[in-house]
Nanobody
Framework: VQLQASGGGSVQAGGSLGLSCVTS?????SAWFRQGPGKEREFLAY????????YHADSVKGRFTISRDSDKNTVYLQMNSLKPEDTAVYYC?????????????????????WGQGTQVTVSS
């Protein structure tokens, strides 16, 4: 199983970036997390592979959108209205556990598979 994240880069505040995560297997859910300098890993959003329902953290709701292309086995994170505090390494994650709650899916420890991370830098 492999998760390959890409799409990070540098952008000015107010700009947009789109991240992609290509997965080599089939999962129940995929998520995006980030970890800023000196901070703990933070949940951003997750998507269920059955039905593509999504859940976003309040901190990014309305600015970030998770989606999935089942034909390409790819999960996306569209990020708009970026702020300097969004600067972090962004990670995609996936797991095969079905029938879990949103609160459970917010926890990094519930994901078995992780991508390598992609850096996002937002300048003011």
């Amino acid at each position: 199983v492999q998760l390959q994240a890409s799409g990070g880069g540098s952008v000015q505040a107010g700009g947009s970036l789109g991240l992609s995560c290509v997965t080599s297997g089939t999962f129940a859910r995929s998520a995006w997390f980030r970890q800023g300098p000196g901070k703990e890993r933070e949940f951003l959003a997750y998507i269920r592979w059955r039905g593509d329902s999504t859940y976003h953290a309040d901190s990014v709701k309305g600015r970030f959108t998770i989606s999935r292309d089942s034909d390409k086995n790819t999960v996306y994170l569209q990020m708009n209205s970026l702020k300097p505090e969004d600067t972090a390494v962004y990670y995609c994650a996936a797991d095969g556990t079905y029938r879990v709650s949103n609160s459970y899916s917010r926890l990094a420890a519930t994901y078995k598979y992780w991508g390598q991370g992609t850096q996002v830098t937002v300048s003011s």
